[in-house]
């Protein structure tokens, strides 16, 4: 799989964080557990994620599952058996006229922030974006978290907006930074088949 040559390119260089080169993939009904253990985390400690009670297990489920019918990226990234993130693009809104836009979403277990993971899972996420139709990537970025501000700039997504105030979570005020790159094309040509 072309994400395994990207993970391995990737940790060229790096320091040896990891037992094995992490293995990207996509996931899987079995993988919600630790998916939605990873998300909980981000929904009790961080401005990340705006939800406030985290998603089931169940609905973890569901998630991948209408992923998968839809022809959207839902990838993990693996050392062995632990899933060390996860990453996954939906359309950026649900009206028909959006259907080549997505946003993108990623979280990485605890452990493992700061070491890579998350550059890791957008490459290979962006790749399968593009491969999936997708003209634009969007993150919306909850709280404006410097790290995934970072992180998205690396890989050529520029600021396209901020929303002020739009969020309140742990006694504070949050801003939704908005960033924004092309995938393809991107809007220089019409898609072969129009959305709708």
């Given amino acids: 799989m072309r994400f395994n040559r990207i993970a391995r390119l990737f940790m060229i260089g790096q320091s040896a964080l990891m037992t094995n080169p992490p293995i990207i993939r996509n996931a ?9 253990e990873i998300y909980a985390h981000h929904v009790h400690n961080g401005t990340a994620s705006f939800d406030t009670e985290p998603r089931s297990i169940e609905a973890t489920v569901a998630k991948i599952a209408e992923c998968a019918k839809r022809g959207w990226p839902f990838l993990i990234c693996a050392d062995g058996q632990v899933i060390l993130g996860y990453a996954y693009a939906t359309q950026f809104r649900d009206r028909p006229a959006y259907g080549l836009a997505c946003e993108d979403s990623i979280y990485v277990h605890p452990d493992n922030v700061g070491k890579g993971v998350g550059k890791l899972l ?6 399968a974006a593009e491969a999936a139709g997708f003209r634009q990537m969007l993150a919306v970025i909850g709280g404006g978290e410097p790290a995934s501000v970072a992180l998205h700039a690396s890989l050529g997504f520029e600021h396209v907006g901020r929303m002020r105030s ?5 006694g504070r005020w949050l801003d939704s930074v908005y960033m924004q790159r092309a995938l393809g094309a991107g809007g220089s040509q019409p898609p072969e088949k129009e959305p709708g």
Wanted: charge should be neutral; glycine fraction near 4%.
């Fill in 122 to 127: 957008l490459v290979a996420l962006v790749d």
């Fill in 28 to 36: 899987r009904s079995e993988d919600s557990t630790q998916i939605a």
């Fill in 166 to 170: 739009v969020g309140r979570k742990f």
